[in-house]
């Protein structure tokens, strides 16, 4: 205990004397969306054994974990920001732009997800998912005429095949390919992409808390439509209420507001980027935890994923300094 103190107190007082603002802000930022994608592996585990043990859809968790989460996070809202809380509302120009962050960014991100491991299966799914970080890239191109940088291109390309040998461990038979598991994971990515793009000038205005609220209260309204959250298929008993609550409150309202206050620090290419510590974190617990054996590829696979994260918030860090010098 004696030792962690002091690595702590050696780390604040790193931390406080040798970064700028613009360098805290990215580490902040790259901190909240590694601890996201921690959440959402820890909660990853969780589903897995609410798969396996329960007769339970995909569609259903996506639903309740939607619609659990956002009322939570709304009433808690409103005892803070009262009637604030409708200003998002208020303006009818950000009912079109709000209602596209909701579904096509929070709602696709989950749901094509898992239909992509429907049609496939959860290593596809997850490598299909990881191409957001190029969809990013293309956007930012497209829309903002902002050009990557090599260094940025390859730390993406590095990331991305760390990914590829976690979930394949260089076995390309582990892959299942059909059109439909191509679409459906490419619409997972292009999900992703617009959950971290799409509603950043809603919180900036309006804040990160009633912006997930009701950005998942529409996007759980929106899921039963297709999956009642009132069609139970499973046996209800203290272990499925407690994994339920677990993903609703801590893998979907608390990660949802990291996320946020990610894309509020660092740029959307970092935060997708850094959202392989998701599959990463699961890799961990499950060599911790669940008996799985490190090996080399995943040992290699871990190290492709994590120097990508360190250096690609490096890089921002260092253009946010010349874009202050500039101003200046």
Request: hydrophobic share 55%.
């Given at each position: 205990?004696?030792?962690?103190?002091?690595?702590?107190?050696?780390?604040?007082?790193?931390?406080?004397?040798?970064?700028?603002?613009?360098?805290?802000?990215?580490?902040?930022?790259t901190i909240y969306s590694l601890l996201s994608g921690l959440i959402w592996g820890i909660c990853g585990i969780f589903g897995e054994?609410?798969?396996?043990?329960?007769?339970?859809?995909?569609?259903?968790?996506?639903?309740?974990?939607?619609?659990?989460?956002?009322?939570?996070?709304?009433?808690?809202?409103?005892?803070?920001?009262?009637?604030?809380?409708?200003?998002?509302?208020r303006n009818r120009n950000n009912y079109l732009p709000f209602l596209a962050y909701a579904i096509l960014g929070i709602f696709s991100?989950?749901?094509?997800?898992?239909?992509?491991?429907?049609?496939?299966?959860?290593?596809?799914?997850?490598?299909?998912?990881?191409?957001?970080?190029?969809?990013?890239?293309?956007?930012?191109?497209?829309?903002?005429?902002?050009?990557?940088?090599?260094?940025?291109?390859?730390?993406?390309?590095?990331?991305?095949?760390?990914?590829?040998?976690?979930?394949?461990?260089?076995?390309?038979?582990?892959?299942?390919?059909?059109?439909?598991?191509?679409?459906?994971?490419?619409?997972?990515?292009?999900?992703?992409?617009?959950?971290?793009?799409?509603?950043?000038?809603?919180?900036?205005?309006?804040?990160?808390?009633?912006?997930?609220?009701?950005?998942?209260?529409?996007?759980?309204?929106?899921?039963?439509?297709?999956?009642?959250?009132?069609?139970?298929?499973?046996?209800?008993?203290?272990?499925?209420?407690?994994?339920?609550?677990?993903?609703?409150?801590?893998?979907?309202?608390?990660?949802?507001?990291?996320?946020?206050?990610?894309?509020?620090?660092?740029?959307?290419?970092?935060?997708?980027?850094?959202?392989?510590?998701?599959?990463?974190?699961?890799?961990?617990?499950?060599?911790?935890?669940?008996?799985?054996?490190?090996?080399?590829?995943?040992?290699?696979?871990?190290?492709?994923?994590?120097?990508?994260?360190?250096?690609?918030?490096?890089?921002?860090?260092?253009?946010?300094?010349?874009?202050?010098?500039?101003?200046?």
């Amino acid at each position: 205990m004696i030792f962690l103190h002091s690595l702590f107190s050696f780390f604040l007082s790193w931390y406080n004397s040798n970064m700028n603002h613009y360098q805290k802000n990215i580490f902040k930022g790259t901190i909240y969306s590694l601890l996201s994608g921690l959440i959402w592996g820890i909660c990853g585990i969780f589903g897995e054994y609410f798969f396996s043990h329960y007769q339970v859809s995909s569609g259903w968790i996506t639903s309740m974990r939607l619609l659990v989460a956002g009322s939570f996070v709304i009433t808690l809202s409103s005892l803070k920001l009262r009637f604030q809380l409708f200003d998002i509302w208020r303006n009818r120009n950000n009912y079109l732009p709000f209602l596209a962050y909701a579904i096509l960014g929070i709602f696709s991100v989950q749901f094509f997800f898992y239909l992509c491991v429907e049609y496939s299966n959860a290593t596809t799914a997850t490598i299909l998912q990881f191409i957001s970080p190029v969809f990013i890239l293309i956007y930012n191109r497209i829309i903002y005429k902002k050009k990557a940088s090599k260094k940025a291109i390859f730390y993406v390309l590095t990331a991305m095949l760390g990914v590829f040998l976690m979930a394949t461990k260089g076995d390309l038979s582990k892959l299942s390919i059909t059109p439909l598991a191509l679409l459906t994971g490419l619409l997972s990515a292009l999900g992703v992409m617009f959950n971290v793009i799409l509603p950043q000038r809603f919180a900036k205005k309006y804040g990160f808390v009633p912006t997930v609220g009701w950005g998942m209260i529409i996007a759980g309204l929106f899921s039963n439509f297709l999956y009642p959250v009132y069609k139970i298929s499973f046996q209800v008993d203290a272990i499925s209420i407690c994994i339920c609550l677990t993903i609703a409150f801590l893998g979907t309202a608390f990660a949802f507001f990291l996320s946020m206050k990610a894309v509020s620090l660092v740029s959307p290419l970092v935060v997708s980027v850094v959202s392989a510590s998701e599959p990463l974190s699961s890799a961990i617990l499950s060599v911790l935890f669940l008996g799985l054996v490190l090996d080399g590829y995943l040992l290699l696979a871990m190290i492709l994923i994590i120097i990508p994260m360190i250096f690609l918030s490096i890089e921002e860090s260092k253009n946010k300094l010349k874009e202050s010098s500039f101003n200046t």
